[in-house]
């Protein structure tokens, strides 16, 4: 019998006929399951570089056939250069997330090449943009938000029926971030996006849990990744922002993200959240402490006396390693997350002018 009918009927009859410890112990099995990844399909979206490769690598390594899908020709190629050395069962699909007639393209093209949907779905394609929130423009939201949040509800849309119905199970993993857990003063469109995501994928572990399939949302923070690339897949039409861009911004959001996390070491403890079988996985040892600080600032906000503990908090310093810290310090001297100098209604300090 496929497993998400067992889960079915379990969920039907628990109450009657099953006890409660045999019906906690599916989560456990299904995690067991998903421990051997041998022969599993993955489809993995922004897998032709950065975050996207390092996992592919590792779920590659781990038995998976591994479907890498990327906006840019180039970097599927050349990742691909590096998987045929290993003789590994990848195949790429060139895939803008935003555009869903190609995504159902993609999905049709995994069936015909593996037989079935993927039984591991992880989505780590992403853009960001860094400037005040006040200098944003409809194009920066539309494009972030476009990739980052209407990309992951393409995926869900287009794969999550196909999993169902082809009744293997399975697991969904999608990139979120630290910066979704709490508001980004230059990263509004980013933020908001993540902190959607967030929701979006608990919503989502409720509602598949009955279908064998769960759900992991990946909240990392600093990665070695070529995310400062991002604005080279900008289309045209979405190009107006208020943020100031040059060559030496780019390097220097560039220098930051080689101080974070290496992106095999990101493929691991994905992995690891899969295993774990987590809804929300935070690839640190302070998780937990993470997380209650971020619900405290919830908690003030809702009281007088909660926003002066807030006010006071402000003047600590961030919970960064000092290396990252210098790092943005010197981007913001060549304009990293600086509006552009002619925008007239924001404050002197957050323009960059030459």
């Known amino acids: 019998m496929k497993y998400f009918h067992v889960v079915k009927i379990l969920h039907a009859w628990k109450k009657s006929i099953f006890p409660d410890y045999l019906f906690r112990n599916l989560a456990v099995e299904w995690r067991l399951i998903m421990m051997d990844f041998k022969g599993k399909v993955a489809f993995v979206t922004g897998g032709g570089s950065g975050a996207g490769f390092?996992?592919?690598?590792i779920f590659s390594e781990a038995g998976c056939k591994v479907v890498i899908a990327?906006?840019?020709q180039d970097h599927l190629d050349r990742v691909m250069e590096h998987f045929r050395r290993s003789n590994a069962d990848v195949h790429p699909i060139l895939l803008d997330v935003t555009d869903r007639e190609a995504y159902i393209a993609a999905a049709d093209e995994v069936e015909r090449v593996y037989g079935t949907p993927p039984q591991i779905l992880i989505q780590s394609a992403g853009v960001n943009a860094f400037g005040p929130a006040?200098?944003?423009t409809y194009?920066?939201?539309d494009w972030i938000m476009g990739v980052n949040l209407n990309g992951v509800i393409n995926g869900m849309v287009t794969f999550v029926p196909r999993m169902i119905k082809a009744g293997l199970g399975g697991?969904?993993?999608?990139?979120?971030?630290?910066?979704?857990?709490g508001p980004g003063s230059t990263t509004a469109p980013y933020s908001c996006s993540k902190a959607a995501v967030i929701n979006l994928m608990e919503t989502y572990y409720e509602s598949l849990e009955p279908y064998g399939i769960g759900v992991t949302c990946f909240c990392p923070g600093n990665m070695n990744t070529n995310i400062h690339e991002a604005s080279l897949t900008r289309p045209e039409n979405l190009k107006s922002t208020g943020y100031y861009e040059s060559p030496e911004v780019m390097e220097a959001y560039r220098l930051h993200n080689v101080l974070g996390m290496d992106i095999r070491e990101v493929g691991r403890q994905v992995m690891k959240g899969v295993e774990q079988g987590v809804v929300i996985y935070i690839p640190y040892e302070d998780r937990e402490e993470i997380i209650r600080s971020e619900m405290q600032r919830m908690i003030d906000y809702c009281t007088p006396e909660g926003m002066t503990r807030l006010k006071a908090r402000k003047h600590q310093a961030p919970a960064m390693p000092n290396e990252e810290m210098e790092s943005l310090r010197v981007a913001a001297e060549v304009g990293f997350a600086k509006a552009k100098g002619d925008i007239d209604w924001i404050i002197r300090e957050r323009k960059y002018t030459n």
């Open 134 to 136: 006040e200098a944003s």
């Open 54 to 57: 390092g996992i592919a690598q």
């Open 70 to 72: 990327d906006v840019r």
């Open 171 to 181: 697991h969904i993993v999608t990139v979120a971030s630290l910066g979704g857990l």
């Open 139 to 141: 194009e920066d939201f």
